[in-house]
């Protein structure tokens, strides 16, 4: 069946640890398939792979085709990336059933201005930047936006029970677990300058000198 989620082409490998080396010099990348009791390693084209993550996002669901076979829902569970370049080294993709709630973390983000910074001069504390979201697979939000222009003085917080709530999921965190606030800017009080002033020296009247 047909679904309007990306797909992501695999084939099956047999090569472990640094014998994965020439996969990588071929453009391909090492993965594996796990959850639900099941472990598969297969391999994908590094360049495919790049491209539907960036386009793709955080918790998006994936059609996996394993050579030419029967689609799997999965979603990218982690990948190791090269200290260097930043090139993924592996991928790890967890197999999901669309009939089961699943549990990640999902990033928030800030909307708008606060007064309390363009007008007060405070500064914009991003507390907590992510939460842990339930859903169905379908439901997973990429990421969670928040309208921060609520933060009008120093007092104003944003806490997890102000997030909207994606349709069909549920925010596991705690409800008065602050996301965003502003802290007043730092008042740093300078001491008077005290000058003291020279006072030339008064000398003593020579010995036999009548003082006026």
């Not at 071929?26 to 792979?49: K, L, N, Q, Y």
């Not at 569970?77 to 009939?99: E, I, S, W």
């Not at 502003?182 to 020579?206: C, D, N, Q, S, Y």
Request: charged share 25%; no cysteine; net charge negative.
């Amino acid at each position: 069946m047909s679904t309007d989620r990306p797909t992501l082409a695999a084939l099956p490998r047999t090569e472990m640890g640094k014998a994965t080396s020439h996969l990588r010099k071929a453009g391909r990348i090492p993965a594996v398939v796990f959850g639900h009791g099941e472990s598969t390693s297969v391999s994908v084209d590094a360049h495919e792979f790049e491209l539907l993550r960036r386009h793709a996002g955080a918790n998006a669901l994936i059609d996996l085709e394993v050579e030419g076979g029967r689609t799997t829902p999965v979603i990218i569970n982690g990948v190791q990336l090269h200290r260097g370049h930043r090139t993924p080294l592996h991928v790890d993709l967890f197999r999901v059933k669309m009939t089961e709630d699943m549990t990640v973390d999902v990033v928030v983000h800030g909307l708008g201005e606060s007064e309390a910074v363009t007008k007060e001069g405070g500064t914009l504390i991003h507390a907590v930047d992510h939460v842990r979201v339930r859903a169905r697979p379908d439901h997973l939000p990429k990421f969670i936006e928040v309208d921060i222009t609520t933060l009008v003085d120093f007092d104003a917080v944003i806490a997890v029970r102000d997030l909207p709530v994606p349709a069909g999921a549920t925010i596991l965190n705690d409800p008065d677990e602050v996301i965003f606030r502003v802290l007043a800017p730092r008042v740093v009080e300078v001491e008077p300058t005290v000058v003291e002033a020279e006072v030339a020296p008064v000398a003593a009247p020579a010995e036999g000198a009548v003082a006026e």
